[in-house]
C-alpha cells in the first residue's frame, strides 16, 4: 500500500475526486513517456522481504508491534497480519557484487530480527511461502495489524462482496472453507524483487516477465501445504487470489477479473495500456489526501508523484505489477515480481532473484514483439501450471513441449548467465547463485519437494500438528545453517523441537481429521467405518451435528451375532461422554483417561466437536 495515507471511498464527490486525479496521473505519464523524462544510463534492482513471526512452539505469533518497537530499524515494518513482518532492502545499481551484498544485508536484518524476536518469549523469524503450522482460527479479525489501511482495505472488501469470502483449493488433498477476512491473504509471505528497466525496452521486458514467470517460479516453488493440506506447489499463487477475491454473483460492479491476476493480454505499444485495464476492469477502492495536480506539476516543470496511480495500484496484485518511483527526484518504472516465495533460504532467494534478473537481462531478441510468437493464454497456463506441479511441470514453451527441468537447465539458465555477464556482475557471484539453481533443477529438489518428503515422512510417526511444529522446526534450523535447500536433509525426526507436551494445550496437537456418524446410522456403517479406517472410536452427532454419544470397538463387539441391519447409533452409544475443551494441557487430558479409564477423548469448543484425542495420539505425545 506504500506510505499513502488512505481511507475508503464512501461518497460520490470522493469518488469523483479519485478518478479525476487517476485520469490525471495517467494522462501526466503519457506527457512523460512522450518527453522522454525517464531516468536513463542506470539500473537498480531492490527487493521486499516477508518474514513469519513463531513462537516458541513454531506457532505463529502476534508480537510483531512489539519486535518492530525493540528494533527501531527502519528497514523493517508491519504487514496485514501481526503474525508477519516485512523487511525492505535498500534498493542497489545493478552491477558487480550487488547479489551477494544483498545476501549479507539480508541475513545480516533476519538475525538481528531473530534475535530480537528471541528476547520476546522465545519468538523465531521463518523464512517460508505459507508457515505450516498456521490454522484456520489465527485468521481472525484481532490478528489484522491495527493500523487504519489494513481494517479499511478489510472492510471495503467485505462489504463490496457482500459474503464470506470462500478458498477452495485441490491438490493432492482438498481444501473447502469459508472466512470471514482478508487474513488470509496473510498466509502468502513472498520475497519481492524489483528490477528498473529503461523506458525504450519496458514492453518488450514486460511481456518477457510474462513469458519466463511459469519456468521461474517451477524451480521456486516452496508451499505446498495450508492447514496441514497438500494441495499446489505453490499455493499461495491460488490461495492469494481467491483471499481477496471481490467477485460475488450478482456483477453489480465491474469485477469480472480477480484483483489478484496474471493479466489479460500482452502489451501492445505502451505500458499505459497496464494502467489503462487496472482502470477499466476495477473499481477504486480507497482514496487519499491529494496534495498535487499531476498535470500542472509536471507543466511547472516538476516531477508529480502520481499519488492516485500508486493508491489504484496498491489495491490490484499483478504477479509481474508495474511500478512508478523516484530516485533523487528523476522517475523511473521498474518490474515488481511478486511471485517467488520467502525462503527455503537467503541463499536460495538471492539465487532465485539472481535467476529472474539474468533472465530479464539477456532476453534473446528473437523475443522482441512476443504478442506474434504465442498465445498470451499459453503463457499465463504455464504459470498455473508451474504454480500446481512446481519442478515437475511440462511448460508449451513457444511451439514445443519441454520439461521445467530441461528447459532450465538448456536454455535459461544460459541466457541469464549471458544476461549477468552484460550486466558486469561478478563472475563469482554469477557461478556461486546460478549453481544452486542448476543443482535445483537437476535434482528436482526444490523447497516445495523438501516440504512434502519431509511432511510425508513426519507423518507417519506423528500427529498432524506435532508433524507441523517439527516441519518448521526443521526449517529454522536449516535456516540458521545458511545452507540452500539442495543440500537440506528429508526431516524425519523430532529432536529439534523442544516441547514441554505435558503442559502444552490440546488445541496445538489435536486430531481434527475426525470421522462421525448420525444417531440414525446404522450400526453396520459403524462398523465398517471402524474397520475401513482402522479407528477404535466414533463420535455420534444428531441432525444440527452436536455430540450426543461416542460408540467404541466394544460396544460393536458386544451386539456380535445379532442383526447389525436393524440396530442404530443411538441404540448402543455411551450416551454419558466425559469431554474436555480445546484449552486443556495435555497432562491434564492423560490424567482424564487414567482416571476414567478410556481410550479418547472428544474435545468441545463453544460446544461444537473440533478434535479427538485417542490413547494412541496420547502414546505419540508423550513417547515419540
Given at each position: 500500500?506504500?506510505?499513502?495515507?488512505?481511507?475508503?471511498?464512501?461518497?460520490?464527490?470522493?469518488?469523483?475526486?479519485?478518478?479525476?486525479?487517476?485520469?490525471?496521473?495517467?494522462?501526466?505519464?503519457?506527457?512523460?513517456?512522450?518527453?522522454?523524462?525517464?531516468?536513463?544510463?542506470?539500473?537498480?534492482?531492490?527487493?521486499?522481504?516477508?518474514?513469519?513471526?513463531?513462537?516458541?512452539?513454531?506457532?505463529?505469533?502476534?508480537?510483531?508491534?512489539?519486535?518492530?518497537?525493540?528494533?527501531?530499524?527502519?528497514?523493517?515494518?508491519?504487514?496485514?497480519?501481526?503474525?508477519?513482518?516485512?523487511?525492505?532492502?535498500?534498493?542497489?545499481?545493478?552491477?558487480?557484487?550487488?547479489?551477494?551484498?544483498?545476501?549479507?544485508?539480508?541475513?545480516?536484518?533476519?538475525?538481528?530480527?531473530?534475535?530480537?524476536?528471541?528476547?520476546?518469549?522465545?519468538?523465531?523469524?521463518?523464512?517460508?511461502?505459507?508457515?505450516?503450522?498456521?490454522?484456520?482460527?489465527?485468521?481472525?479479525?484481532?490478528?489484522?495489524?491495527?493500523?487504519?489501511?489494513?481494517?479499511?482495505?478489510?472492510?471495503?472488501?467485505?462489504?463490496?462482496?457482500?459474503?464470506?469470502?470462500?478458498?477452495?483449493?485441490?491438490?493432492?488433498?482438498?481444501?473447502?472453507?469459508?472466512?470471514?477476512?482478508?487474513?488470509?491473504?496473510?498466509?502468502?509471505?513472498?520475497?519481492?524483487?524489483?528490477?528498473?528497466?529503461?523506458?525504450?525496452?519496458?514492453?518488450?521486458?514486460?511481456?518477457?516477465?510474462?513469458?519466463?514467470?511459469?519456468?521461474?517460479?517451477?524451480?521456486?516453488?516452496?508451499?505446498?501445504?495450508?492447514?496441514?493440506?497438500?494441495?499446489?506447489?505453490?499455493?499461495?499463487?491460488?490461495?492469494?487470489?481467491?483471499?481477496?477475491?471481490?467477485?460475488?454473483?450478482?456483477?453489480?460492479?465491474?469485477?469480472?477479473?480477480?484483483?489478484?491476476?496474471?493479466?489479460?493480454?500482452?502489451?501492445?505499444?505502451?505500458?499505459?495500456?497496464?494502467?489503462?485495464?487496472?482502470?477499466?476492469?476495477?473499481?477504486?477502492?480507497?482514496?487519499?489526501?491529494?496534495?498535487?495536480?499531476?498535470?500542472?506539476?509536471?507543466?511547472?516543470?516538476?516531477?508529480?508523484?502520481?499519488?492516485?496511480?500508486?493508491?489504484?495500484?496498491?489495491?490490484?496484485?499483478?504477479?509481474?505489477?508495474?511500478?512508478?518511483?523516484?530516485?533523487?527526484?528523476?522517475?523511473?518504472?521498474?518490474?515488481?515480481?511478486?511471485?517467488?516465495?520467502?525462503?527455503?533460504?537467503?541463499?536460495?532467494?538471492?539465487?532465485?532473484?539472481?535467476?529472474?534478473?539474468?533472465?530479464?537481462?539477456?532476453?534473446?531478441?528473437?523475443?522482441?514483439?512476443?504478442?506474434?510468437?504465442?498465445?498470451?493464454?499459453?503463457?499465463?497456463?504455464?504459470?498455473?501450471?508451474?504454480?500446481?506441479?512446481?519442478?515437475?511441470?511440462?511448460?508449451?514453451?513457444?511451439?514445443?513441449?519441454?520439461?521445467?527441468?530441461?528447459?532450465?537447465?538448456?536454455?535459461?539458465?544460459?541466457?541469464?548467465?549471458?544476461?549477468?555477464?552484460?550486466?558486469?556482475?561478478?563472475?563469482?557471484?554469477?557461478?556461486?547463485?546460478?549453481?544452486?539453481?542448476?543443482?535445483?533443477?537437476?535434482?528436482?529438489?526444490?523447497?516445495?519437494?523438501?516440504?512434502?518428503?519431509?511432511?510425508?515422512?513426519?507423518?507417519?510417526k506423528m500427529t498432524k500438528d506435532i508433524a507441523n511444529a517439527t516441519l518448521t522446526a526443521h526449517m529454522y534450523k536449516n535456516q540458521k545453517s545458511g545452507k540452500p535447500i539442495h543440500e537440506w536433509e528429508i526431516a524425519k525426526d523430532n529432536h529439534v523441537l523442544n516441547l514441554d507436551v505435558g503442559l502444552t494445550k490440546l488445541e496445538k496437537f489435536m486430531t481434527t481429521e475426525i470421522f462421525v456418524v448420525n444417531e440414525n446410522d446404522l450400526v453396520e456403517l459403524v462398523s465398517k467405518i471402524m474397520e475401513w479406517r482402522n479407528i477404535h472410536h466414533i463420535p455420534v452427532v444428531d441432525n444440527k451435528n452436536s455430540l450426543t454419544g461416542l460408540i467404541t470397538k466394544t460396544n460393536i463387539l458386544a451386539i456380535?451375532?445379532?442383526?447389525?441391519?436393524?440396530?442404530?447409533?443411538?441404540?448402543?452409544?455411551?450416551?454419558?461422554?466425559?469431554?474436555?475443551?480445546?484449552?486443556?494441557?495435555?497432562?491434564?487430558?492423560?490424567?482424564?483417561?487414567?482416571?476414567?479409564?478410556?481410550?479418547?477423548?472428544?474435545?468441545?469448543?463453544?460446544?461444537?466437536?473440533?478434535?479427538?484425542?485417542?490413547?494412541?495420539?496420547?502414546?505419540?505425545?508423550?513417547?515419540?
Amino acid at each position: 500500500m506504500g506510505a499513502h495515507a488512505v481511507k475508503a471511498i464512501e461518497s460520490l464527490r470522493e469518488r469523483k475526486e479519485f478518478l479525476y486525479h487517476l485520469l490525471n496521473d495517467v494522462k501526466a505519464l503519457e506527457m512523460m513517456l512522450e518527453q522522454d523524462m525517464f531516468e536513463k544510463g542506470v539500473r537498480r534492482i531492490g527487493a521486499e522481504q516477508e518474514l513469519c513471526l513463531v513462537d516458541q512452539n513454531f506457532r505463529p505469533s502476534c508480537n510483531a508491534l512489539e519486535v518492530l518497537d525493540h528494533l527501531k530499524d527502519p528497514h523493517f515494518t508491519t504487514e496485514l497480519a501481526l503474525f508477519n513482518l516485512e523487511i525492505n532492502l535498500d534498493p542497489t545499481e545493478l552491477t558487480k557484487d550487488c547479489f551477494s551484498k544483498i545476501d549479507q544485508e539480508l541475513t545480516r536484518l533476519i538475525s538481528k530480527g531473530d534475535a530480537v524476536a528471541n528476547q520476546i518469549d522465545q519468538n523465531k523469524i521463518i523464512l517460508t511461502g505459507i508457515l505450516p503450522t498456521l490454522r484456520k482460527r489465527d485468521m481472525v479479525f484481532k490478528n489484522i495489524t491495527p493500523f487504519p489501511r489494513y481494517k479499511v482495505l478489510n472492510k471495503i472488501l467485505k462489504d463490496i462482496r457482500g459474503d464470506d469470502f470462500m478458498l477452495k483449493i485441490k491438490g493432492v488433498d482438498e481444501l473447502i472453507l469459508n472466512h470471514k477476512s482478508i487474513l488470509f491473504e496473510a498466509c502468502n509471505t513472498s520475497f519481492q524483487v524489483h528490477l528498473q528497466v529503461p523506458i525504450d525496452e519496458i514492453v518488450d521486458r514486460y511481456n518477457w516477465s510474462q513469458a519466463i514467470a511459469g519456468p521461474v517460479l517451477s524451480i521456486a516453488a516452496n508451499s505446498p501445504l495450508l492447514l496441514g493440506r497438500e494441495l499446489w506447489s505453490e499455493t499461495r499463487i491460488a490461495l492469494f487470489q481467491q483471499s481477496v477475491d471481490l467477485r460475488n454473483r450478482s456483477y453489480l460492479l465491474r469485477e469480472q477479473k480477480p484483483r489478484v491476476s496474471f493479466g489479460s493480454n500482452w502489451i501492445k505499444e505502451s505500458v499505459i495500456e497496464l494502467y489503462q485495464d487496472d482502470i477499466v476492469r476495477y473499481t477504486p477502492l480507497l482514496t487519499t489526501d491529494f496534495k498535487e495536480d499531476a498535470v500542472a506539476k509536471l507543466n511547472r516543470g516538476e516531477i508529480p508523484k502520481l499519488e492516485a496511480i500508486g493508491v489504484h495500484n496498491g489495491t490490484i496484485y499483478r504477479w509481474n505489477r508495474l511500478c512508478y518511483g523516484q530516485t533523487n527526484g528523476v522517475p523511473h518504472l521498474r518490474i515488481e515480481n511478486r511471485y517467488i516465495p520467502s525462503g527455503p533460504s537467503v541463499k536460495d532467494e538471492v539465487a532465485n532473484a539472481m535467476f529472474w534478473v539474468g533472465l530479464m537481462q539477456g532476453m534473446p531478441d528473437k523475443y522482441k514483439n512476443l504478442d506474434n510468437l504465442i498465445p498470451f493464454n499459453e503463457v499465463k497456463g504455464n504459470f498455473v501450471n508451474a504454480a500446481r506441479t512446481g519442478i515437475n511441470t511440462f511448460f508449451n514453451w513457444f511451439g514445443k513441449g519441454i520439461s521445467a527441468k530441461r528447459l532450465i537447465l538448456t536454455e535459461l539458465l544460459p541466457i541469464a548467465y549471458q544476461g549477468l555477464v552484460k550486466s558486469k556482475i561478478d563472475l563469482k557471484d554469477i557461478h556461486f547463485y546460478l549453481d544452486i539453481i542448476e543443482k535445483r533443477a537437476e535434482t528436482r529438489y526444490t523447497g516445495a519437494q523438501w516440504i512434502r518428503y519431509s511432511n510425508n515422512a513426519l507423518r507417519k510417526k506423528m500427529t498432524k500438528d506435532i508433524a507441523n511444529a517439527t516441519l518448521t522446526a526443521h526449517m529454522y534450523k536449516n535456516q540458521k545453517s545458511g545452507k540452500p535447500i539442495h543440500e537440506w536433509e528429508i526431516a524425519k525426526d523430532n529432536h529439534v523441537l523442544n516441547l514441554d507436551v505435558g503442559l502444552t494445550k490440546l488445541e496445538k496437537f489435536m486430531t481434527t481429521e475426525i470421522f462421525v456418524v448420525n444417531e440414525n446410522d446404522l450400526v453396520e456403517l459403524v462398523s465398517k467405518i471402524m474397520e475401513w479406517r482402522n479407528i477404535h472410536h466414533i463420535p455420534v452427532v444428531d441432525n444440527k451435528n452436536s455430540l450426543t454419544g461416542l460408540i467404541t470397538k466394544t460396544n460393536i463387539l458386544a451386539i456380535q451375532g445379532q442383526d447389525t441391519n436393524v440396530i442404530v447409533a443411538k441404540d448402543i452409544m455411551v450416551k454419558k461422554v466425559i469431554t474436555v475443551d480445546s484449552e486443556t494441557s495435555i497432562e491434564k487430558a492423560s490424567s482424564i483417561m487414567l482416571e476414567h479409564n478410556i481410550g479418547c477423548l472428544p474435545i468441545l469448543e463453544l460446544g461444537d466437536l473440533v478434535g479427538i484425542l485417542t490413547k494412541n495420539d496420547l502414546d505419540k505425545l508423550l513417547y515419540t
